[in-house]
């Protein structure tokens, strides 16, 4: 048996199987289907199992019995991600047409372990006996995957502390950086080091004897030091600051080349040529006796404060040096890199100077209880350890460290402190503040080798978002079957009235106020996260496709304001296994779980599929509908919701009994003079959200009153022309929903004789399409049809027969032209319309169409639709 | 002739309100031969330094010192021209100098301005040298003493793009003080201050500079927000970059992934072999390698600064014409004689340079480094030269805005934005033009100094940043001179302060004082203690004690105050002595007074007739303080709507606009505080003259005066600290 992987991808936001990210995997079974155990997932289960990684503990199959190989491939796919340190556990199974396959769903923390999670299992169920041979290594490299990958600690504990803010964070490179906050009040971090973390406070830190010169200028105790570019000065130096001393380098990090306590000449010299093969000059400071401290201070506080130990051996009268160093880097948490609590010993040639000093080698076997020093300073990363003290320091201490970080001018600084006893005043203890680190490592706070943990990262986003603010801009989006661009171009006129700078995401591109910010169809998470991470925009409006929820997931964590136009009887079903409405509810249903609490859904009253919605949103809920009496409308007013609706040709805005007026359906230049019923429905909806949003009335009414024109509303949405007596009117309608509206609209226009220039999208399920030839075929006389770009998939001429046979069925029709290609088409029917007809045309390509539109218009006598391009 | 000592007077000083170097000469026996009576000398003087000829000197007008060369003037005199002309060459563009006799015959005071300790030193001994061999008629290598100030210039004056934004700074009274010997300045003072480190200011986000180094990562996060910018990535060997160039179309880019300055960079690459070859010059920088689009057009830099756009140069491409007899070689040595070019910073054009690029370039219009090109035909080194001509107003505003968006979003307050385009004047979009690149810390020189078009006041700009209009630079600052009495002002002053609630910095002879704690001890009166107080990011407001002699030896260690006390200039004569004479004395008690603020206020003692005398010299409001109403100056004051703390009845009281308030028994205040040390009846009148002149009103001072004295143990640094150190013995001016 083996598996076949029709596709595979990663929803990296929230989407239709949960809130966090899940790797998508649509898999077929060959010849045992999905519900029998399959025998090879059950012994890799097993080969996990002993490794230590529990692929099937605690996880009965939900609902019984069916699925179980399906399930079992999912479990395995997770435990694989497992067994690098990070657990994931959510999970889902789904189905399909094909009895055979099943859509599997996992969630990750690194997109590239996880898809190499999956070739494991699968390459497994293939191969079983190679892949067994290979097993450790291929889980090593899982592992390395994931060390390589995943955020630093540090970062990853930034990042944790703002998501429980609720905090948008976003990684914006495969290293440290990410964007925490939105728009204009985003902020980014790298690593340790923020946004807000001065340039040159950071040159000025890498400059040990810069910054003592300033700290000492402001009384902060330092330790006196000179700097020579040359060994042999370092011993006259060393005098003049006063014996014993340190010596290092002038600008080196990560205690590379320090030397300390010496008093000797050689000792002295040897110290300053090591340091100087770091950089071109070293530092001769005086020793100051005591334990090395560090203290993080983030703005101007100090969170926390550790004391270091350098890394030392404990002799036991049986093993070398050599054999002790080994015994303690079997521990563990003794790792290579720095996401582990404690880094390997080393014994290298710095260790052995060290080990001589102490009159031993490496062979030598230490007394029983003996510390052996296998460094002087204390840094984590050669196998040092750290001890919280942060309830120790004096205030007095901490003084001087927001001092020393004021002074460098660092929002988060880890400040090197020498004292012998930290719980006294410096001046007293004779300590000295040694070094004022930038970009300081996290690690010895939050997991420090012996004391509490202290939440570091939840200072520092305290700090970068202070008294509570989370860094978010509103966030409106508009989700449902037809009408979003309308109702996302008319939010964003109500917002921008309001004096936001909009950022909006629509199939026709992303806009920044009037800046095209990129073209083409951007209703996708790529583009709502573009809008979130433009460092101008106040306000987000994202058009959020259902195309797009299933592809990747949502490109924003949470909104303040979720629209549902309209469900009806749905579009595009049959594809991304959305085979029925309901399911299409379902990943529809993705936006409202993603409501803020405190949010506001804005739901269409007359759509029961959405009314069904509701109940799954935690946020309150503004219904609009077009007439008063809709049942959902009239209940959710009489318990005294919020709701706009139109009656006698007002659109009111009501609250429980109460209501006022807003605007004249007629008066709104988009509805025609109120015959456009589902541009009211658009306008309503943005009304809605607007309101959400607080936009005042009377901005709310500006804004609808000057939503009109091309440029304003959407392209091809209804847009009306009247030429010469005849009136052409553009839309962009594309299933059985928005016909239906289009013709209810076109009804108010007495016209004699109706065309339609029509063609259906080719990846639409065969009913569909006959529905749209029926509906098409009752309301027009004549039809013109083509086949062009909207093929999609079909062979030539399956469209317009689809089409035709569904034409046969209507009444109305009394001719059918089919032409070749759009432009065309488009120009013969406008040529054919005579004056009192009316043409509707259906335009695919919507650009370059309006494009010919107006040429045509120009030169039949008429007026440009809009400007022409640059 | 002898230099015997050099004083650096850092701050406002006796000869000036700018930092200069006093030196004491002793010209020996050339005091009986002035500059005429020596056969030769000024002609081999004026050959040596041609540009004395510009000096004005008393006359006043240019050729002013040549005129008093030729009527005959002394050594230190001529030493004086001589060090700042020296000092002129090699950079610093100084002009001031004094040169007077003392008391001792032959030797003389040599006073220059100087920008940087070490030239100023430095051309004082070349000057010396100069004058000796010009005496004798003996040879000197100028060019090589010019050279080696020059280089003492390039080490510790400011960059030119540092010059411009510290010189903005002092336009608008803003203090700016050196922290290091390169670049790096403090602006403002106090809580007040920021920082500068060339082009780059304390709000550069180092994040966002990070950024701006990784092309890949800014180019990305630019297309986001819809900056245009030539599509590419990165590549990872030479095939994968001839990949990346048909993926894209030719022609392409190829480039290092970080690196500045057009390094390693090939442009218009359409041929496989042309890509392989600029994949190896671009590997070789390090860091992986970017392929992108060609954008074809011309380097533009664009400066924005705070989100305005303040300056654009554009680039035009280094070429060398033919003359039909010289090798491209040769040509590119004559081009780079050019004085406009050099590898100065301080010099508009680079050097020409025959680097890989160059000659791969000039491989395809037919040459080699040898071939001698046509007379008048072009042979193009770099397509992107320097950019040397300012093109600001041409920018179009929807280039300009996305400019603004590109800086913005990679975070930067300063960038440099590079744009190629046909024309800057159109829309990016129009054009095909694009954003390339985003720099931070950029060079500000080509906006400074451009080879055509006006220049920009980019300087202005930063510091208009830094500071917005009605934002505060500078602490408020009360400084206490006189001969006597000076410590026990103080020490009352900030105790009447306190009681207004804010903490105030002092600089005494009894410490350094410093949000509540004492810092250091010992006598702080000196020019280097005061500056540490403005250096602190801590201090609202300072309190100096001036001592004149350390005036004399160092100048002040501020440039502006708003209030000085004076509190006398009597029984001095015992000092008389040390300090030379009464005159300099005068000038140096005085100094502070010199630098009250036009909005300040002198405070003078009305019972000391040599004090009154000063007010003269004060620029600001006057207020006298006395034993006596009596007093017929202070009454004379008062008598002209003047103020003044004096005793009326046994009270002490504020004589204002014809009121006189009283605000204390001289008794309790005498009871309350006589066991300060140096506490006299003057004491309590000058400190509540100069804390009423600095804006306490009377109801505060009245019961702070009356209140009784908190009593805190102040902790002593217990680290013995260096007194001084290179980097802040710096200078600090207007």
């Avoid at chain 1, 009377?698 to 024109?709: D, I, K, N, P």
Wanted: contains cysteine; proline residues 5%.
């Amino acid at each position: 048996m083996s598996l076949n992987l029709h596709s595979l991808r990663a929803l990296r936001g929230p989407n239709r199987w949960a809130d966090v990210a899940m790797i998508e995997l649509r898999v077929g079974w060959r010849q045992a289907g999905p519900d029998e155990v399959d025998e090879r997932l059950l012994e890799l289960v097993s080969e996990l199992a002993e490794r230590g990684v529990d692929a099937e503990r605690d996880r009965p199959v939900p609902g019984g019995c069916t699925d179980v190989s399906a399930w079992l491939l999912a479990r395995v796919i997770a435990a694989l991600q497992s067994t690098t340190g990070v657990g994931v556990d959510r999970m889902a199974i789904g189905a399909t047409r094909d009895r055979l396959i099943r859509r599997i769903a996992v969630e990750y923390h690194e997109e590239a372990v996880a898809r190499a999670a999956v070739h494991l299992a699968l390459d497994w169920v293939d191969h079983p006996a190679t892949v067994k041979l290979d097993l450790a290594r291929r889980l090593e490299e899982l592992e390395g995957l994931s060390l390589r990958r995943q955020l630093g600690p540090s970062t990853q504990a930034i990042v944790d502390a703002a998501r429980r803010r609720r905090i948008y964070a976003c990684r914006l490179n495969e290293g440290n950086l990410v964007q925490l906050g939105q728009g204009a009040r985003l902020r980014r971090i790298w690593a340790s080091e923020t946004s807000a973390c001065g340039a040159i406070a950071e040159t000025i830190a890498q400059d040990k004897e810069l910054t003592k010169t300033l700290l000492s200028a402001a009384g902060i105790p330092v330790p006196s030091g000179l700097v020579v570019s040359h060994a042999s000065a370092a011993w006259s130096a060393a005098l003049e600051v006063g014996l014993p001393v340190v010596v290092k380098p002038r600008d080196g990090n990560q205690g590379r080349g320090v030397s300390v306590n010496l008093d000797t000449r050689s000792a002295v010299i040897t110290a300053c040529e090591r340091a100087l093969t770091e950089g071109d000059e070293a530092l001769v400071e005086h020793y100051i006796a005591g334990d090395d401290h560090r203290l993080l201070v983030v703005g101007n506080r100090l969170i926390a404060a550790a004391r270091r130990e350098p890394p030392c051996i404990v002799g036991d009268g049986e093993h070398t040096v050599f054999e002790l160093v080994a015994i303690a880097n079997e521990d563990p948490r003794r790792g290579e890199d720095h996401a582990t609590v404690l880094s390997k010993l080393l014994l290298d040639d710095l260790a052995r100077e060290v080990l001589t000093e102490q009159h031993l080698g490496p062979d030598d076997i230490p007394l029983p209880g003996q510390v052996v020093r296998l460094r002087h300073n204390a840094n984590l990363s050669t196998g040092g350890s750290a001890v919280d003290v942060t309830d120790e320091v004096h205030p007095e201490v901490a003084a001087r460290a927001v001092e020393a970080a004021r002074i460098v001018g660092l929002d988060v600084s880890g400040i090197d402190i020498v004292a012998s006893d930290i719980t006294r005043p410096l001046e007293v203890s004779g300590g000295a503040v040694v070094e004022v680190n930038a970009a300081p490592g996290l690690r010895m706070h939050l997991s420090p080798s012996i004391g509490r943990p202290r939440d570091v990262g939840a200072a520092i986003i305290d700090s970068l978002f202070p008294n509570g603010d989370d860094g978010r801009i509103p966030i409106v989006a508009v989700t449902g079957t037809n009408g979003k661009t309308t109702t996302v171009r008319c939010i964003a006129n109500l917002l921008r009235n309001g004096g936001r700078r909009v950022g909006l995401a629509t199939t026709e591109g992303i806009f920044v106020d009037d800046d095209l910010v990129d073209s083409g169809d951007c209703s996708g998470p790529n583009s709502a996260r573009a809008v979130l991470a433009h460092p101008e925009v106040e306000a987000a409006v994202l058009e959020t496709a259902r195309g797009g929820i299933l592809r990747e997931g949502l490109g924003f964590d949470w909104c303040d304001v979720a629209v549902v136009t309209n469900i009806g009887a749905g579009d595009h079903l049959g594809l991304s296994d959305v085979e029925t409405v309901r399911e299409l509810v379902d990943v529809k249903s993705t936006v409202l779980r993603r409501l803020m609490p405190g949010g506001v859904a804005v739901l269409n009253a007359e759509d029961p599929l959405v009314v069904d919605l509701a109940a799954t949103c935690r946020g309150s809920v503004i219904y609009f509908a077009r007439h008063a009496d809709a049942p959902a409308l009239v209940e959710h007013l009489s318990s005294g919701g919020q709701a706009i609706y139109c009656d006698e040709g007002t659109i009111w805005m009501a609250e429980g009994r109460r209501r006022r007026p807003l605007a004249l359906a007629a008066e709104l230049p988009s509805t025609h003079g109120a015959r456009v019923g589902f541009q009211l429905q658009n306008l309503m909806a943005a009304a809605a959200a607007g309101w959400a949003l607080r936009v005042p009335d009377a901005v709310l009414r500006q804004g609808l009153l000057s939503f009109s024109g091309a440029s304003v509303v959407a392209p091809a949405r209804f847009e009306v022309v009247e030429h010469q007596g005849r009136t052409f009117i553009f839309d962009y309608g594309h299933n059985a929903d928005a016909l239906r509206a289009l013709v209810e609209a076109v009804d108010c226009w007495p016209s004699l004789h109706r065309s339609i220039v029509y063609t259906a999208a080719g990846d639409r399920r065969d009913e569909d399409i006959l529905e749209q030839a029926r509906i098409i075929g009752d309301h027009f006389d004549r039809v013109y049809l083509y086949e062009d770009q909207c093929r999609r998939g079909r062979s030539e001429g399956a469209v317009v027969g689809l089409m035709r046979e569904g034409l046969a069925l209507a009444g109305r029709v009394r001719q059918v032209i089919h032409g070749s290609g759009e432009r065309a088409v488009i120009e013969q029917a406008l040529g054919d319309t005579a004056p009192g007809e009316l043409l509707l045309c259906q335009v695919d390509q919507v650009a370059s169409a309006l494009g010919w539109i107006d040429d045509w218009l120009v030169a039949h006598g008429g007026a440009r639709l809009r400007p022409r391009a640059a | 002739m002898e230099i015997l000592r050099v004083l650096v007077l850092s701050g406002p000083n006796i000869w000036a309100n700018f930092p200069v170097l006093e030196a004491t000469v002793d010209i020996g026996r050339f005091e009986d031969h002035p500059s005429n009576t020596l056969a030769g000398f000024n002609e081999r003087l004026v050959a040596w330094l041609p540009t004395l000829a510009e000096h004005h000197c008393s006359v006043g007008a240019p050729g002013g010192f040549l005129e008093r060369l030729r009527d005959g003037t002394y050594f230190g005199h001529i030493l004086e021209h001589v060090t700042i002309e020296l000092q002129s060459l090699a950079g610093a563009p100084v002009e001031f100098g004094r040169a007077r006799e003392t008391s001792r015959r032959g030797v003389y005071r040599v006073v220059v301005e100087y920008e940087s300790e070490a030239l100023g030193r430095a051309a004082l001994e070349v000057g010396r040298q100069l004058l000796l061999a010009a005496a004798y008629n003996e040879p000197l290598d100028l060019e090589a003493q010019l050279g080696s100030l020059r280089e003492i210039g390039e080490r510790t004056l400011l960059g030119p793009g540092t010059r411009s934004i510290v010189n903005a700074a002092k336009s608008r009274g803003i203090a700016a003080l050196r922290l290091n010997d390169r670049n790096l300045v403090q602006l403002g003072t106090g809580i007040h201050q920021r920082r500068i480190w060339t082009a780059e200011t304390d709000a550069t986000s180092s994040v966002a500079e990070a950024i701006a180094q990784d092309k890949q990562l800014t180019r990305c996060l630019l297309r986001q927000v819809g900056v245009p910018v030539p599509e590419g990535r990165t590549v990872s060997d030479a095939e994968d970059a001839w990949a990346a160039a048909q993926e894209i179309g030719v022609p392409v880019v190829v480039k290092p992934r970080s690196a500045n300055h057009g390094r390693g960079v090939s442009i218009e690459l359409s041929d496989r072999d042309s890509v392989l070859c600029a994949h190896e010059i671009a590997a070789a920088e390090g860091a992986g390698v970017v392929v992108e689009r060609y954008v074809r057009g011309l380097q533009h830099r664009v400066l924005v600064v705070n989100r305005k756009v303040v300056a654009a140069a554009r680039g035009d491409a280094e070429l060398v014409t033919g003359d039909g007899v010289h090798s491209i070689e040769e040509l590119v040595a004559m081009e780079n004689g050019e004085p406009l070019r050099g590898e100065s910073d301080q010099l508009p054009l680079g050097p020409l340079v025959l680097d890989d690029i160059a000659l791969e370039m000039m491989e395809r219009q037919g040459h080699t480094r040898t071939s001698v090109p046509d007379s008048g035909r072009r042979v193009v080194l770099h397509l992107n030269g320097d950019l040397t001509a300012d093109v600001t107003d041409a920018v179009h505003p929807m280039v300009a805005s996305r400019c603004v968006l590109a800086a913005e979003t990679v975070g930067l307050d300063i960038a440099g934005v590079d744009v190629v385009a046909e024309d800057i004047g159109r829309p990016l979009e129009a054009q095909g033009g694009a954003v390339v690149e985003v720099n931070a810390s950029p060079a500000l020189l080509m906006h400074i100094r451009p080879v055509s078009g006006p220049p920009r006041p980019v300087g202005d700009a930063i510091v208009d940043a830094l500071f917005p209009q009605g934002k505060p630079a500078r602490i408020p600052i009360i400084a206490v001179s006189g001969t006597t009495g000076r410590a026990g002002t103080v020490e009352l002053l900030k105790v009447l302060l306190e009681a207004s609630r804010r903490s105030y910095a002092v600089a005494s002879s009894r410490g350094l004082f410093l949000r509540e704690r004492r810092i250091a001890e010992g006598d702080r009166t000196d020019a280097f203690s005061a500056r540490r107080i403005l250096l602190s990011p801590f201090a609202e407001g300072a309190i100096f004690e001036v001592d004149p002699q350390g005036v004399l030896e160092s100048g002040l260690g501020f440039h502006q105050c708003d209030v000085a006390v004076i509190t006398s200039l009597r029984s001095a004569s015992a000092r008389h002595s040390r300090v030379g004479d009464r005159d300099r004395e005068i000038k140096a008690v005085r100094a502070p007074l010199d630098v009250v603020l036009p909005n300040g206020t002198g405070v003078l003692c009305a019972d000391d007739p040599e004090v009154c005398e000063l007010s003269r010299y004060n620029r600001g409001r006057l207020v006298y303080f006395g034993q006596s109403l009596d007093n017929p100056l202070l009454r004379a004051h008062l008598d002209q709507q003047g103020a003044a703390v004096s005793i009326e009845r046994g009270q002490l009281v504020i004589a204002s606009g014809g009121h006189i308030r009283p605000l204390c028994a001289v008794d309790g205040i005498t009871k309350r505080h006589r066991h300060r040390r140096g506490f006299r009846l003057l004491t309590a009148l000058s400190a509540v003259a100069a804390a009423w002149a600095f804006g306490l009103n009377e109801d505060v001072l009245s019961s702070a005066l009356a209140a009784p004295e908190s009593t805190r143990e102040l902790l002593a640094p217990s680290v013995p600290e260096r007194r001084s150190s290179p980097e802040l013995s710096s200078t600090v001016r207007p």
